[in-house]
C-alpha cells in the first residue's frame, strides 16, 4: 500500500472484469505516494484467494515471490488451475466463490522448502510503486518535461507479459531470473554416472 499508513481509496462497484476468470469485480483504486504512480486491483477476491496471491502484483502472500517460483518449490502441492473455456470458468469461479470459506487450498499448509524460506521478500519494496515508463520520452517525443506523471528513462530488457501468465506461473521473466540466481548459488550439477568422482578445476 506504500510507506503511508492514511491511504484514501477509491471504491467502484463491479467497475472492471477480472484479469483471470474476466467476471466484473469491485476495483480499489489509492495512491502509495505522493511521487507514486495510481495503483488499483486487477484481479477479483476468488481468483487471489485461491491462489494465495496479492489482487494488484500477483505476488504470493506468504513469500512475496512469483508464482512460478513458489510453485517450483511446492510440486507435491495440488495446484488449482481454472479452465480455459469461457463456460467452465464461468461455473468454476461461482463454484469456488461459494465455497471460498471451506475450501482446502494447498498454500499454506505445506511444510515449506528451506531454498523458499531463503527467497522469501520480508522487506517492503516501495520501488513497484514508481510511475510506468513514459513512451512518449522512449520515442524522442515527450514535451511534458517535468510535469510528465511517467517516469522518464529508456527501458531496459523490458519482456511483456499478461496478467495470466504471471497468474498461472509461465514465462515470468521475474522468476526465470530469481530461479537462474538459485541454480548458481547450487555450484555444478552433479554428473549422472555415480562412479565418476573426479573434479577437473581449470
Avoid at 26 to 47: D, H, L, M, N
Wanted: glycine share 4%; proline share 8%; aromatic share 10%.
Amino acid at each position: 500500500l506504500g510507506e503511508n499508513p492514511y491511504v484514501r481509496m477509491m471504491k467502484s462497484y463491479f467497475n472492471k472484469e477480472c484479469k483471470i476468470c474476466f467476471r466484473p469485480f469491485t476495483v480499489f483504486r489509492w495512491r502509495p505516494g505522493s511521487k507514486a504512480r495510481y495503483k488499483k486491483t486487477e484481479i477479483c477476491q476468488t481468483c487471489a484467494k485461491t491462489k494465495n496471491v496479492c489482487q494488484t502484483c500477483l505476488l504470493d502472500l506468504e513469500y512475496g515471490l512469483p508464482v512460478e517460483v513458489r510453485d517450483k518449490f511446492m510440486e507435491k502441492a495440488p495446484k488449482l488451475q481454472p479452465p480455459k473455456d469461457e463456460v467452465n470458468r464461468n461455473l468454476w469461479a461461482f463454484e469456488m466463490n461459494k465455497n471460498i470459506e471451506t475450501l482446502d487450498l494447498p498454500y499454506g499448509k505445506e511444510t515449506p522448502d528451506e531454498v523458499l524460506k531463503k527467497l522469501a521478500r520480508k522487506d517492503e519494496n516501495y520501488s513497484r510503486n514508481e510511475p510506468h515508463l513514459c513512451s512518449f520520452f522512449a520515442k524522442g517525443v515527450c514535451n511534458r518535461g517535468k510535469a510528465c506523471p511517467y517516469k522518464h528513462e529508456l527501458p531496459h530488457n523490458h519482456v511483456p507479459q499478461t496478467f495470466e501468465e504471471r497468474y498461472e506461473g509461465v514465462n515470468d521473466p521475474v522468476a526465470e531470473r530469481i530461479l537462474n540466481k538459485v541454480q548458481e548459488n547450487q555450484g555444478p550439477t552433479p554428473p549422472e554416472d555415480k562412479t565418476n568422482t573426479t573434479l577437473y578445476i581449470g
